[in-house]
Nanobody, 128 residues
Framework: QVQLVESGGGLVQAGGSLRLSCAAS????????VGWFRQAPGKEREFVAG????????YAADFVKGRFTISRDSAKNTVYLQMNSLKPEDTAVYYC?????????????????????WGQGTQVTVSS
């Protein structure tokens, strides 16, 4: 059974940094992508960044480019989201999720409904 456990959230001042972790277990992830999503109160869940497990190729939403970086540690079966220059509008619950992905398929083509396993989320609050 696939399990995803997020950690690393918390309260930080604007301009600060946090590193989120997503520990994955239950399968080998070589044919999967791992994505980070977030949901702010009263808003829809949105894609933040994703990574192909096998190749390490990444893709990020425009609003986080230059500030957030996604990476993975295969030995630890863990995906990270390094968040720098945080803004109050980054406040949300952050989730990681996995989706099967073909080697030829670009990350940008994955849709949210294709992510079939989700973690419980971790709260990130950025104060102004």
């Amino acid at each position: 059974q696939v399990q995803l456990v997020e950690s690393g959230g918390g309260l930080v001042q604007a301009g600060g940094s946090l590193r989120l972790s997503c520990a994955a277990s239950g399968r080998t992830f070589s044919s999967y992508a791992v994505g980070w999503f977030r949901q702010a109160p009263g808003k829809e869940r949105e894609f933040v960044a994703g990574i192909k497990w096998s190749s390490g190729m990444t893709y990020a939403a425009d609003f986080v480019k230059g500030r957030f970086t996604i990476s993975r540690d295969s030995a630890k079966n863990t995906v990270y989201l390094q968040m720098n220059s945080l803004k109050p509008e980054d406040t949300a619950v952050y989730y990681c999720a996995t989706a099967p992905i073909a080697e030829w398929q670009p990350l940008s083509a994955l849709r949210q409904y294709e992510y079939n396993y989700w973690g419980q989320g971790t709260q990130v609050t950025v104060s102004s």
